[in-house]
């Protein structure tokens, strides 16, 4: 059974920091697509950072890009986003997500509909 196990949300003030990490479990890791994703109250989930397993390609949000950073350790199956100068408009439950059922050619994509599993989410809270 698949499983994505987000942690490290909080409440930070902005230009603080935050790293987010994803425990995956129940398939193998490699040569897959990982993202993590944000929805906002009120707003469609959207893609932050997306990356393969065992590739040095990712590709962000414009709203992120110099801030965020994804990384991961593939031997332990962890997926990593380091969010620094933190705004109140990255504000959101952070999803980490993954396509785990199929192949994906092309960039990493930040489309939510390319990915299969999903975490529960990590609440994230920038205060101005």
């Known amino acids: 059974q698949v499983q994505l196990v987000e942690s490290g949300g909080g409440s930070v003030q902005a230009g603080g920091s935050l790293r987010l990490s994803c425990a995956a479990s129940?398939?193998?890791?490699?040569?897959?697509?990982m993202g993590w994703f944000r929805q906002a109250p009120g707003k469609e989930r959207e893609g932050v950072a997306a990356?393969?397993?065992?590739?040095?390609?990712?590709s962000y949000a414009d709203s992120v890009k110099g801030r965020f950073t994804i990384s991961q350790d593939v031997a332990k199956s962890l997926l990593y986003l380091e969010m620094n100068s933190l705004k109140p408009e990255d504000t959101a439950m952070y999803y980490c997500?993954?396509?785990?059922?199929?192949?994906?050619?092309?960039?990493?994509?930040?489309?939510?509909?390319?990915?299969?599993?999903w975490g529960q989410g990590t609440q994230v809270t920038v205060s101005s």
């Open positions: 997500a993954a396509r785990v059922r199929s192949w994906f050619v092309g960039p990493p994509s930040l489309n939510p509909g390319q990915y299969d599993s």
């Open positions: 129940g398939y193998t890791y490699s040569n897959k697509l």
């Open positions: 990356a393969f397993t065992d590739s040095v390609r990712t």
